[in-house]
């Protein structure tokens, strides 16, 4: 079958979250391809498209996306051939191992027949909690977003974000970080429900489905009574985290940079495995040296949209207009 290149290339690159890194179910690295459809699936996320190529079986992700992305013609040739994917150009062929035999369990995902409207806000709300969820397993729900029926939160046991917004959801569920962040960049607009997975969906077809967990979630209302002295960010600390990222951000496990505060000064740091980052900045405090961890990248939006936070009780605190942060201070030894 003879098909285009890039709406090809662009439909394979949509369904990459669905991919496992390593192996964990057998073709789970793989793109499955059956029933017209492009589909991936590593037990926390599945990806199905439309894909009709006349083919069915599972093939290699990596080297069917690197070598279809350095063709350069407009339109490919794409056949099943004896154990292999074959991909034909001028003068230029490739053959992929293709296994005829579908082995990952990518039917065992329901898909629904129903879908709602999903807000535009739901967006920036997984963008913004999505930076204050843990990476320690030992602590399953905190590795996870918190989506309520009237918020979605996150904690890591040293910080806390929740986004007022009512989507329309039946039960409150736990969902993976890891897997829900995508929806971030892939412009979903509908949402819907099944009985252990949250699916979305975009206006090129394409299906995220994330595994959903029903488990209790640490109830976090009593922060919000915190009061304390209020303070303002100085102009330019974003532009500090920004360089600083440079290094944190080689920390993929924790992107964080360190921000420090003493007599009139605010010192922010970035460190990573090749290098480091810190700049001061004056600043109108007047308390005792105190430190906090925080995502680059959700400092640069609180200076953005809010600038002002309270500190008390050993947090500092932000409340905005469309989402609270909080986060745990730690005294500094002068």
Same mark, same amino acid.
């Given at each position: 079958?003879?098909?285009?290149?890039?709406?090809?290339?662009?439909?394979?690159?949509?369904?990459?979250?669905?991919?496992?890194?390593?192996?964990?179910?057998?073709?789970?690295?793989?793109?499955?391809?059956?029933?017209?459809?492009?589909?991936?699936?590593?037990?926390?996320?599945?990806?199905?498209?439309?894909?009709?190529?006349?083919?069915?079986?599972? +093939?290699?992700?990596?080297?069917?996306?690197?070598?279809?992305?350095?063709?350069?013609?407009?339109?490919?040739?794409?056949?099943? $051939?004896?154990?292999?994917?074959?991909?034909?150009?001028?003068?230029?062929?490739?053959?992929?191992?293709?296994?005829?035999?579908?082995?990952?369990? +990518?039917?065992?995902?329901?898909?629904?027949?129903?879908?709602?409207?999903?807000?535009?806000?739901?967006?920036?709300?997984?963008?913004?909690?999505?930076?204050?969820?843990?990476?320690?397993?030992?602590?399953?729900?905190?590795?996870?977003?918190?989506?309520?029926?009237?918020?979605?939160?996150?904690?890591?046991?040293?910080?806390?974000?929740?986004?007022?917004?009512? *989507? $329309?959801?039946?039960?409150?569920?736990?969902?993976?970080?890891?897997?829900?962040?995508? +929806?971030?960049?892939?412009?979903?607009?509908?949402?819907?429900?099944?009985?252990?997975?949250?699916?979305?969906?975009?206006?090129? $077809?394409?299906?995220?489905?994330?595994?959903?967990?029903?488990?209790?979630?640490?109830?976090?209302?009593?922060?919000?009574?915190?009061?304390?002295?209020?303070?303002?960010?100085?102009?330019?600390? #974003?532009?500090?985290?920004? #360089?600083?990222?440079?290094?944190?951000?080689?920390?993929?496990?924790?992107?964080? +940079?360190?921000?420090?505060?003493?007599?009139?000064?605010?010192? *922010?740091?970035?460190?990573?495995?090749?290098?480091?980052?810190?700049?001061?900045?004056?600043?109108?405090?007047?308390?005792?040296?105190?430190?906090?961890?925080?995502?680059? #990248?959700?400092?640069?939006?609180?200076?953005?949209?809010?600038? #002002?936070?309270?500190?008390?009780?050993?947090?500092?605190?932000?409340?905005?207009?469309?989402?609270?942060?909080?986060?745990?201070?730690?005294?500094?030894?002068?």
């Amino acid at each position: 079958m003879i098909v285009n290149r890039e709406e090809l290339l662009q439909k394979l690159e949509l369904i990459r979250p669905g991919l496992s890194p390593r192996e964990i179910i057998e073709q789970s690295s793989s793109i499955i391809f059956k029933d017209g459809h492009a589909k991936t699936y590593n037990d926390e996320i599945a990806c199905s498209i439309e894909c009709k190529i006349g083919v069915e079986g599972a +093939v290699q992700a990596l080297p069917l996306i690197t070598i279809i992305s350095k063709l350069e013609e407009e339109t490919i040739k794409i056949n099943q $051939g004896e154990g292999e994917l074959l991909i034909r150009g001028k003068r230029r062929k490739a053959g992929i191992r293709m296994d005829h035999e579908i082995l990952l369990p +990518v039917d065992c995902v329901e898909i629904p027949e129903k879908w709602k409207k999903l807000k535009p806000e739901f967006t920036e709300a997984i963008r913004i909690t999505q930076q204050c969820t843990s990476t320690d397993e030992s602590r399953f729900e905190l590795t996870c977003i918190h989506i309520n029926k009237k918020f979605i939160e996150a904690c890591d046991r040293f910080q806390f974000a929740r986004y007022p917004i009512k *989507i $329309g959801i039946k039960n409150s569920a736990l969902v993976r970080s890891s897997s829900i962040k995508h +929806v971030v960049n892939l412009n979903m607009s509908e949402f819907s429900e099944s009985e252990d997975w949250i699916h979305f969906r975009n206006e090129l $077809g394409l299906i995220l489905s994330c595994r959903q967990y029903i488990e209790e979630y640490p109830n976090m209302d009593k922060f919000f009574d915190i009061s304390g002295e209020a303070v303002s960010f100085p102009k330019g600390l #974003k532009q500090a985290a920004d #360089k600083a990222e440079v290094f944190s951000i080689e920390n993929t496990e924790s992107n964080q +940079v360190t921000v420090e505060l003493s007599s009139k000064k605010i010192k *922010i740091t970035g460190k990573g495995s090749s290098g480091w980052y810190s700049e001061i900045k004056k600043f109108n405090y007047e308390g005792k040296p105190i430190s906090f961890l925080i995502s680059p #990248k959700l400092l640069g939006e609180i200076i953005n949209n809010y600038n #002002k936070c309270e500190i008390a009780r050993g947090v500092l605190k932000v409340d905005g207009e469309s989402f609270t942060y909080i986060t745990c201070l730690g005294e500094i030894d002068e």
